[in-house]
């Protein structure tokens, strides 16, 4: 499974997350992008960019992929809430993620933003966004 899918899996798991969010497959966690109309609040995560480490014989078997993950809400509050959640749910997390074992996850930047609206409402969406930096195994033959 790619660390993507355990992640979600992880994400799912943590009921902080979850009594926020929904659970199983009503859960509102994208990749990517958010439904057209998404309810909120409500996650979208994406991977920038991964690097996967090599050593003078060939790869070591570590990938370091940047993780950005975007925590939506109607009231800053309620984005920070959900943010929160996920921050203390990842942040210094080592071990097994599903069948991904994670060396390490670390929070270098974060930050608040509010998306105007793009219909003729005035309701626009709070965005918590975290930018994690993970360190996780991965085959190399």
């Known amino acids: 499974m790619a660390f993507s899918e355990d992640l979600v899996t992880f994400l799912k798991a943590q009921s902080s997350i979850t009594d926020l969010v929904g659970s199983g497959a009503a859960a509102r966690i994208r990749p990517a992008k958010l439904k057209q109309r998404e309810a909120v609040p409500a996650i979208r995560y994406v991977i920038p960019s ?3 480490a090599e050593g003078l014989s060939g ?3 570590v990938c370091s992929p940047n993780l950005q993950i975007d ?3 109607r009231t800053k509050k309620l984005a ?3 943010g929160e959640a996920v921050r203390l749910s990842l942040q210094g997390f080592r071990g097994m993620m ?3 074992f994670v ?3 670390t929070l270098p930047n974060q930050m608040e933003l ?3 609206p793009i219909d003729s409402s005035d309701e626009g969406v ?3 966004m975290l930018q994690f930096l993970v360190f996780h195994s991965e085959a190399t033959a």
């Open 71 to 73: 925590c939506y809400g």
């Open 80 to 82: 920070n809430e959900l």
């Open 59 to 61: 790869p070591v078997g």
């Open 114 to 116: 509010y998306e105007e």
């Open 103 to 105: 060396n390490s996850i």
């Open 126 to 128: 709070h965005r918590k």
């Open 98 to 100: 599903g069948s991904t």
């Open 50 to 52: 991964a690097e996967s």
